[in-house]
């Protein structure tokens, strides 16, 4: 392999860097290019400064624009109080040596800034990109307990994530919490842990029981088995509807002082209700018929979710809190006092646990009803208690909408003040923003199919645009939905989460702009130059890379050089749109660099030189976009 130690040793010792690269924190040089250079950096800025190298190295940060450098560092982050910044930097300057690896720094107010001599970068990334292809920019190491000693293992992570209701549409919501999830759990998969993706499923509740009378209304064996989620969304608005109308004649007759208590006894309410009870009593056939409802409609997901390359370790549910755990929970918080009685319900009046403004905020959530039926509060907490018992996990990450903050915030206060402290500080809220002006061409009903469909349908519209394009593509129909999805996840992730959008589907399948098939058309066009210049990996492996010299090459590989530090730096900010910002960049510069670095009619070591730059540009653009959970295509 070429990115191994020795490779790098020999690699290094041939540019003049005969010293072992000295060790520091987090500093993964077989992994990370741009490491060798701060740990180059590092050795003589510690020399130059007398800082010590744990405040220097940290300190090094990559940057956003080539213009400002590869590495900048920020002088006050040093600590040296007794000069100005700028008298620091002329002192340093001065003493600063000649480097294999870095032009002289210069200086931009309080930054030093550090240009990399881009014909050695060359030289130690190019390799290493080709050998490491796919595990290029992960970083296995970040996940395991103690990186010096890999048998005490992985860091064990949760992600729950997409959580539909059963038997109700699959809005826009669960859609971004689909896509923002499967992402995080492919960027902590990268970085070494050990992901556990979870499903937590809305499947159980009197709901059922008013779905299982209007199945028996309404519903229709066929219908079911071909598309069950929506043949019992449809059962379960026609039901909704009877019941309302119910609830309206009662009003009437109790209006007109009129007797309506056949309707309390025996109307769809009071019937959904013993239903239910006799689902949580454990009645065989009721129960039966909840499973079957629930495991096709689960099929039906599945199918959905893997054209997102969505997967799921784990199918859970409401229905998987047991009555036991909820009963321990409630006693819990009754023996510490947390919860109180009021008027026959049972709440928390946070003002009584946490002072000031936080404790106000946090108002007085029921957790039980006047009938005793347990509240979502009391269901989110033991379940999370079981996965504790059941993963032992390190973290737990929940990817739900910014509307639910409130109730996340109840839920990891309550543990807190039950004595849990430290899982407290294993949870976590990953929030979103609302999506907002989405409608489909057929209705209002925001089904995920109906959305994919659509955009799929658009996309291939704008791709019979170009007949000549259109008539080489081998499944125009497979990749207009792959590039109708792309759309929609390109579109989704471009702002930071918590901002709401707009869904606006003209805009997203544009080939123009940053949009989904714009990326996906610089992946095919990478491919397309691959195919055209049809040179084995072992001819590129031989290339001289010493002849890419010219500006557009140059800044290519500074920008590709950066890929590693921006999954690493999206491990703080875990904001998709830090992945997807970075690749846009990165094909703008690609896409400017074509008319002067031409692969057809160059010179043939010319050639397979720009053929390594072009495959270590590609496996960057394919690593970040299935990074993203997109499926990069071939040809377009």
Known sequence: MAANPSWLADKLTSLSLAEPLPKYPNCYPEINTVDIYRSHLTAILTEVTGVDSSIIYPALQWTQTLEKGDLVLPIPALRVMRKKPDQLAAEWLEKFPESPLVHKPTVTGTFLQFFFKVDKLAQLLIPSIL????????????????????????????????????????????????????FLANLYEGAGW????????????????????????????????????????????????????????????????????H????????????????????????????????ELSIKRYKETYARLNIHYDVYSGESQVTEESMAKSAARLEEMKICEESEGAVLIDFTKHVPGKIGKSLERPLIKKRDGTALYLTRDISEMLQRVEKYNFDHMIYVVASQQDLHLKQLFKIIELMGYEDLAKKIQHINFGMVLGMSTRRGTVKFLDDILRDVAEKMHEVMQKNENKYEQI???????????????????????????????????????????????????????????????????????????????????????????????????????TTVLTYLFKMTHTLSSSYDHLRIVGSEEELMKARMALYDAARIVLNNGMRLLGLSPVERM
Request: glycine share 8%.
């Open 263 to 294: 309707i309390e006894k025996d109307g769809l309410d009071e019937q959904a209700r013993r239903y239910f009870k006799a689902m949580t009593d454990g009645d065989k056939e009721a129960l039966a018929q909840w499973a079957r409802f629930r």
């Open 194 to 261: 050990d992901v556990t993706r979870i499903n937590y499923l809305g499947d159980w509740g009197k709901q059922y029981g008013l779905l299982a009378l209007g199945f028996k209304k309404y519903g229709n064996e066929e219908a079911l088995q071909a598309d069950p989620i929506n043949h019992l969304f449809k059962i379960y608005v026609s039901i909704s509807k009877d019941l309302a109308d119910e609830k309206a004649e009662m009003a009437t007759l109790k209006e007109k002082v009129e007797d309506y208590s």
């Open 131 to 182: 050998t490491r292809g796919k595990l290029f920019g992960q970083n296995k190491d970040m996940g395991m307990k103690d990186p010096g000693d890999p048998s005490k293992g992985q860091k064990r992570m949760i992600v729950e994530f997409s959580s539909p209701n059963i038997a109700k549409p699959f809005h826009a919501g669960h859609l971004r919490s689909t896509i923002i999830g499967g």
């Open 474 to 576: 081998e499944d125009p129909l497979a990749t207009a939905d792959i590039l109708g999805i792309s759309s929609v996840m390109v579109q989704d992730m471009s702002g930071k989460r918590i901002n709401n959008y707009h869904f606006d589907m003209d805009a997203m399948t544009s080939f123009e702009g940053d949009t989904g098939p714009y990326l996906q058309y610089a992946h095919a066009r990478l491919c397309s130059i691959t195919r055209k210049a049809a040179l084995a990996p072992e001819e590129i492996a031989t290339a001289d890379l010493s002849l890419l010299t010219e500006t557009h090459a140059l800044d290519l590989i500074r920008v590709i050089s950066q890929y590693p530090d921006v999954v690493q730096n999206t491990l703080k900010t875990l904001e998709p």
